[in-house]
C-alpha cells in the first residue's frame, strides 16, 4: 500500500459486511499422518467508500474466516465514491498483480473478476469497469485492487491539494 493517501479509519460504529475471497488448505505430512490448516483471504467494507482486508489462519475454517475479519477491521481504509463508481481511470499493482480500473455509467454494474469484484461492491461501487492483469492470484489482486482505490483522488482533494476552488480544477 502507498502510504501517501491512506485514510484509516477506526471500526467503531460501522456497520460492516464480510466476504470471503478464498480459503486455501495446506497440509503438512508428519509421522501420525497429514495436518491440514487453513488460511482465509476475507474483505469488509461498509458500501459506503470503506473497504479492508485480512488474512487469517488456523486449523478449522470457521476460525481462519473469524481470524480474517479481524485482521480485515484493523486494515480499514477511506476511499472515493463518485455516484457508484470511481473518480477517474487508475491503475494498481502489488507484486504480480496488475489492475486496472475505468468509471463506468450508471447501470453499468460492476465489470470485474473475482477478487476483485469483492473489493469493490465491498467498498460500495456499484458501477465500474475492471481488468486484472497479471498475476491471478487473489492476495494479489485484492492488494492491487485496494492499491488503485487508494491513489484515486476526488475532485475535493485535488482543490485542497492545489489551493483553488473547486470550478477551477474543471475550468484549468
Not at 485514510?7 to 503438512?28: C, F, G, H, P, Y
Not at 472515493?80 to 454494474?109: D, I, N, S
Not at 481488468?131 to 489482486?141: E, F, I, L, M, R
Request: hydrophobic residues 40%; proline residues 2%.
Amino acid at each position: 500500500m502507498s502510504t501517501a493517501n491512506v485514510k484509516r479509519v477506526k471500526t467503531s460504529d460501522i456497520e460492516l459486511k464480510e466476504k470471503v475471497v478464498s480459503i486455501n488448505r495446506v497440509a503438512k505430512v508428519t509421522k501420525g499422518g497429514r495436518t491440514f490448516s487453513f488460511s482465509a483471504l476475507v474483505v469488509v467494507g461498509d458500501s459506503n467508500g470503506i473497504v479492508g482486508y485480512g488474512l487469517g489462519k488456523a486449523n478449522e475454517v470457521t476460525d481462519a474466516i473469524t481470524k480474517g475479519i479481524d485482521d480485515a477491521k484493523k486494515n480499514l481504509v477511506k476511499v472515493p465514491v463518485l455516484k457508484g463508481t470511481v473518480p477517474h481511470e487508475q491503475l494498481g499493482k502489488y507484486g504480480g498483480g496488475r489492475v486496472f480500473l475505468k468509471p463506468a455509467a450508471h447501470g453499468t454494474g460492476v465489470i470485474a473478476g473475482g477478487a476483485m469484484r469483492a473489493v469493490l461492491e465491498s467498498a460500495g461501487i456499484t458501477d465500474v469497469l475492471g481488468k486484472s492483469k497479471g498475476s491471478s492470484n487473489p492476495h494479489n489482486v485484492v492488494k492491487a485492487t485496494i492499491d488503485a482505490l487508494l491513489n484515486m483522488r476526488d475532485a475535493y482533494t485535488i482543490a485542497n491539494t492545489r489551493n483553488i476552488n473547486l470550478k477551477q480544477v474543471f475550468n484549468g
